[in-house]
């Protein structure tokens, strides 16, 4: 199976290629491994202000608190490449609220490390911008994880969240997840910073800004159990500006929209994913 996987990870690079995404570039200062190592990168500076469609795919319409308000959203209206950066707009539009979000058509394997530059351009009370991914043909949630390398919600505006999902910390139908227990309260999530996690056999490893803040261990339980699922299947990359408010007449956990603060952006810089 794992064979497999890395086979269709392979032809995936393959076709990538042949659209010239650009896996070679620095910007900003980023100082990652040897290009050798650079699995994929996009730096948002091609001449298009659609990204590109060879990876990148919009979010679409669900029944949850995190997409239920792509419902109403046409097209590329609040996703745009400007001015170097994968720009990620939530509003609203009348009566309606929109959010924007991309995800990576493919996914990227195990003993890899996803590092992603971005900022918000204000804090959006009922909004919760986030930065993540989930395993590619995996089986329903939360059997085979979900790993948010960031997020950030209106009742702790100078934090974000990195958490792990998983059956064995949710079990049937929950939504609890583990999170970084030390989180820096004195954050600025305005500010440029570069989000990151490893993804080995072994562990979760976090970072911001180059600094670890958290890890998640494999703790080889028995593989019913589902506590480490995060080299059975490839993970893609998610990047979302989305809204809360409330869900078939129930407050979402984001909480309550404020209208005056719309509209929020979440600024992407760069993606990149490094083979460990």
Known sequence: MKRFQRLLFCISLVVLSLTAINCTGRKNGNKDAPKQDLLFADDFDGKSAIPDTAVWKLCTYANNAWSQHFRHVEGYENVKVEDGYLKIRARKDGEVYKNGGVFSKIGFPCNSRLEVKARLSG????????????????????????????????????????????????????????????????????????????????????????????????????????????????????????????????????????????????WVDWVRVISL
């Open 123 to 266: 804090l959006v009370r009922g909004a919760f911008p986030a930065i993540w991914q989930m395993p590619i043909g995996g089986l329903p949630w939360p059997k085979s994880g979900e790993i948010d390398v960031m997020e950030w919600v209106q009742g702790t505006p100078t934090q974000i969240y990195q958490t792990v999902h998983t059956f064995y910390t949710n079990g049937e139908g929950g939504s609890a997840g583990e999170t970084n227990p030390a989180p820096d309260k004195s954050f600025d999530v305005t500010k440029d910073h570069v989000y990151a996690v490893d993804r080995t056999e072994k562990e979760l490893i976090f970072y911001v800004d180059g600094k670890e803040t958290w890890k998640y261990e494999n703790l080889h339980l028995d593989a019913e159990q589902l506590q480490y699922p995060f080299c059975d299947f490839p993970y893609n990359i998610i990047l979302n500006f989305s809204l809360g408010g409330t869900l078939n007449g129930n407050p979402t956990w984001p909480g309550e929209i404020h209208d005056e603060d719309l509209p929020g952006e979440m």
